[in-house]
Structure formats: C-alpha cells, structure tokens
C-alpha cells in the first residue's frame, strides 16, 4: 500500500477552497467537483424539509450575477431564467450557448456558486 493510500480523505471548507482558488483557481475546481461528486455518490445532499425557507430571490439574483463576471471573461453569459421552489433555472448565453464545456462551466461554477445560496438543492440550464 502506499503513503498516500493510508492517508485519511480530507474535505476542504469552503473558506479553504476559496483560499485556493485565489492562488490556483483549477486546483480548487478539480477539488471542488471531486468532493460535490463524492457527496453526490454517497446521497449527502442537502435536504430541506416544506418547513424551510425558500432560497431568498435576491440572494441567487447576487450569486448569478458572480457567476456571470466569471463567465463574461471568456465571452460567456448567463440569465435567471426563474427560481421554481428550490431548483433555480438559468440560461447559459454569448459564448456558452452550444459551447461543449457550457456542462463542465454549469457543473463546476455555476452549481458551486449559486448552489452555495440557502434553500438552493438544483441548477438547472433552460434553453
């Protein structure tokens, strides 16, 4: 077995990832994804009951337009389409409609982000 194998996994805080991602923003993406997709696997998600607060409309409007000034930098864009309970919906625009990354950028930024906001469980794209 090897060092590395013996090691325990380590879950960085969000502090820590945004920490990281001012020095080495794609490390911190890679990281990011494995543990959203580890929790994923393993049905960690987060679970809201009907007694709940809904996600604040002004909170995700904020968190879209941070996701909008990362996107914006390659040409890209995106639009809040509508928040429908807990599932907020965008439309990827400019240089991310039809793009092939336009999945990763939905996956790894923009669910990271706007995902962050209270009461948000799904993003999803509209066309």
Excluded at 83 to 90: A, F, L, P, Y
Aim: hydrophobic share 45%; with cysteine; net charge negative.
């Amino acid at each position: 077995m090897s060092e590395n194998a013996r090691q325990p996994i380590r879950l960085y805080s969000e502090e820590e990832l945004d920490e990281l991602e001012a020095i080495d923003p794609l490390a911190a993406a890679k990281i990011a994804h494995a543990q959203a997709m580890a929790e994923r696997h393993l049905g960690r998600k987060r679970q809201y009951g009907p007694a709940d607060p809904l996600p604040d409309p002004a909170a995700v409007a904020e968190a879209v337009q941070a996701v909008r000034r990362i996107l914006n930098r390659d040409g890209g864009d995106i639009e809040l389409v509508e928040i429908h309970e807990r599932d907020v919906r965008v439309r990827m625009k400019g240089a991310c409609a039809g793009c092939p990354n336009a999945v990763l950028d939905l996956r790894q930024v923009v669910e990271r982000i706007v995902g962050a906001v209270p009461g948000v469980i799904s993003v999803s794209n509209t066309f």
